[in-house]
């Protein structure tokens, strides 16, 4: 159990100043810090914050004076986790399409049409309510920073009340009316870009920072893909993009051309994909969830990693291809299964989704960053590999405040 002293309750209010001590190691992703590596862990650590930001990390022998004290018990604390990948706003449930892939059928993007269905009859509360309840899920299991998107309405109505839902819950949110050709529109899917650049744009870019398409067979191709993220571009939301997820395509390098915080997937890469995301801004996203959940080929986190290209790992969590809110689920899967050491997992889930989001003050622990602070049960943060499926988080501070506590 974490426990805190007499002197306060572990942190939150005001600009009050409290110190996690006893930690048997602290992943501050600071190569300047600790052993230098790339986590940049100190061993003996503690960390003190004050109102919402880190104001010092170090060894436990040297902590300032502080209004509050938290002992850790000696156990490991890393950054609060950064799922820069999510649809968390939808109605509806797949479990049959689920079951049936699971029996041999293979994924295809068409499914999300059923998804499309349920959340234009759903109200705008029952909307809020399930993205809440999957965001504190998600809390529960560290994450502090979270992206999500609309797509599930696909008119100008439902995809800007679902991008206004979304921003109720966090600042990160993403107009992906490029989900797949609605419906309405099958027999003239240019129409529908039309719409997606024009009067749906018009009405969703006040709500939304960053802009998506899915760029695949069955959705959109490369021209489709590209007037709709200059389209939002010019209206001043940043493009990110689905690209590479079903086969090769063209959305890894009209990603990279186009500057994209991220493109997302990346599991079927030429070498000139991986060289071009090497090259250049651009953040691989990978989405182990998607591939564990449709027994896809898994994406080749190390063939990107030796290449020098920026991973980052995320949920894709989503009612048709991966319902799962757990990053340590995917941190897991991701060293099992697509050649990452727990090192570059622990990294890519936090600072790697940082990086994919363009944000600085988070995915990290060090003095200037939000104070978002996960106590893992465990020593080190290679017990969230080494023991998966197990409920490892113990306690979880996000902005300076304690949201979720050890029972």
């Not at 602290?26 to 960390?47: E, F, K, W, Y």
């Not at 060090?366 to 893992?376: F, N, S």
Request: aromatic share 6%; net charge negative; glycine share 12%.
């Amino acid at each position: 159990m974490v426990q805190s002293s007499a002197y306060g309750n572990g942190g939150g209010g005001g600009n009050a100043s409290t110190a996690v001590v006893g930690i048997a190691s602290l992943v501050t992703n600071d190569p300047a810090r600790g052993d230098g590596s790339p986590l940049g862990v100190i061993r003996d650590a503690a960390v003190v914050m004050e109102g919402d930001r880190i104001v010092w990390t170090g060894e436990g022998t040297g902590v300032p004076a502080t209004d509050h004290i938290v002992d850790a018990g000696g156990r490991a604390a890393i950054p609060g986790f950064v799922d820069s990948h999510s649809h968390l706003v939808f109605a509806g449930d797949r479990t049959e399409e689920f079951a049936a892939r699971m029996s041999g059928r293979p994924y295809s993007a068409g499914g999300i049409r059923t998804t499309v269905a349920a959340t234009r009859a759903a109200g705008d509360e029952t909307l809020s309510a399930n993205v809440a309840r999957y965001l504190a899920e998600a809390l529960r299991q560290g994450t502090t920073t979270f992206e999500t998107k609309s797509g599930y309405g696909l008119t100008v109505e439902d995809e800007a009340r679902s991008l206004r839902v979304a921003a109720a819950h966090t600042d990160e949110v993403t107009y992906l009316g490029a989900h797949i050709v609605a419906p309405e529109y099958a027999d003239d899917p240019a129409a529908y870009v039309d719409l997606v650049t024009g009067p749906m744009l018009d009405a969703c870019a006040p709500y939304a920072r960053w802009v998506d398409v899915f760029c695949e067979r069955g959705a959109f191709d490369g021209d489709a893909a590209r007037a709709i993220l200059t389209a939002g571009r010019d209206r001043g939301l940043v493009p990110r993009i689905h690209a590479n997820q079903l086969g090769h395509g063209p959305g890894v390098q009209l990603a990279v051309e186009l500057d994209a915080a991220s493109a997302d997937h990346c599991t079927h890469l030429t070498d000139a994909d991986v060289d071009a995301l090497a090259s250049g801004r651009t953040v691989a996203t990978l989405l182990p969830g998607a591939e564990f959940s449709t027994r896809a080929p898994w994406s080749d986190a190390r063939r990107l990693l030796d290449a020098g290209a920026t991973v980052a790992l995320s949920t894709d969590c989503n009612p048709g291809s991966s319902f799962t809110s757990s990053v340590p689920f995917c941190v897991a899967l991701a060293v099992r299964d697509m050649g990452m050491t727990p090192d570059e997992a622990l990294w890519a889930a936090t600072a790697g989704g940082a990086a994919a989001l363009r944000r600085e003050d988070v995915g990290r622990l060090a003095p200037g960053a939000r104070a978002d602070l996960v106590l893992l049960d465990a020593p080190s943060h290679v017990h969230l590999a080494y023991r998966p499926g197990v409920p490892l988080v113990a306690a979880v501070w996000r902005a300076g405040e304690q949201v979720v506590r050890a029972a």
